[in-house]
């Protein structure tokens, strides 16, 4: 792809060395998009540094899979709300602020989760292939 096309779409991208085609294994492709879904306030450009994938590959795999789960794009992962609740008096509010709180660590804990099961599966593989 050209140069200067590749700077118009993502300048950071057009300066890096075009890569060789890899083949990752679904279980991984799972493991991408389970954890760009879980994790609140997530782009693909960061969730794909972290991986060490393209972030084009990382979109790719999460709109097949929810094209597969007949889930649409802005129904798939709930915006994050900026900054910090502010405390109310009302119980109710309380409350919906409380529930909003668990489910935003809930989500943490899933994303912490799935990156620690991703770290283990790429230890178990480097182990495999060090031939010491």
Known sequence: MDTLILDLLDPEE??????????????FKADAVALYES????????????????????REWVLRDRERRGVTATAAKPAVQP???????APDERIRQLEARVAEL?????????ERDILRKAAKYFAGETNW
């Open 39 to 58: 994790t609140p306030g997530a782009t693909y450009k960061s969730i794909a540094a972290d991986l060490g994938i393209n972030r084009a590959t990382l």
């Open 106 to 114: 809930e989500a943490s804990e899933r994303k912490l989760a799935t």
């Open 83 to 89: 900054g910090a609740a502010v405390p109310s008096d």
């Open 14 to 27: 057009a300066r890096t060395p075009l890569m060789a085609m890899k083949d990752y294994s679904d279980e």
